[in-house]
Nanobody, 125 residues
């Protein structure tokens, strides 16, 4: 059974930084693509970033490109989201998700089969 547990959210001032972590278990972590999505109440879940099982292959939403960095450590079964220069519009609940092997479309929620419980990120102005 796939389990994903996020951590690292919190309250930060605009311009600040946070690092989100997600630990996966119950599957062969290195073969799965991993993604980060975010959601605010009343809105659809939004793609933030994804990292393929192929080394060095990453994808970002335009809204976070240049500010956020996704990375993974297969030895630790972990994926990270380094968030810099945070803005109030980054406020959301952030979810980690796991995508089955060989899935090529990584920017849509429908590609992911397992989700964590989320961690709240609040950016004050």
């Amino acid at each position: 059974q796939v389990q994903l547990v996020e951590s690292g959210g919190g309250l930060v001032q605009a311009g600040g930084s946070l690092r989100l972590s997600c630990v996966g278990s119950g599957y062969t972590f290195s073969t799965y693509a991993m993604g980060w999505f975010r959601q605010v109440p009343g809105k659809a879940r939004e793609f933030v970033a994804a990292i393929s099982w192929i080394p060095g292959t990453t994808y970002y939403a335009n809204s976070v490109k240049g500010r956020f960095t996704i990375s993974r450590d297969n030895g630790e079964n972990s994926v990270y989201l380094e968030m810099n220069n945070l803005k109030p519009e980054d406020t959301a609940r952030y979810y980690c998700a796991a995508c089955p092997p060989h899935t090529m479309i990584l920017h849509t929620a429908e590609s992911y089969e397992s989700w964590g419980q989320g961690t709240q990120v609040t950016v004050s102005s």
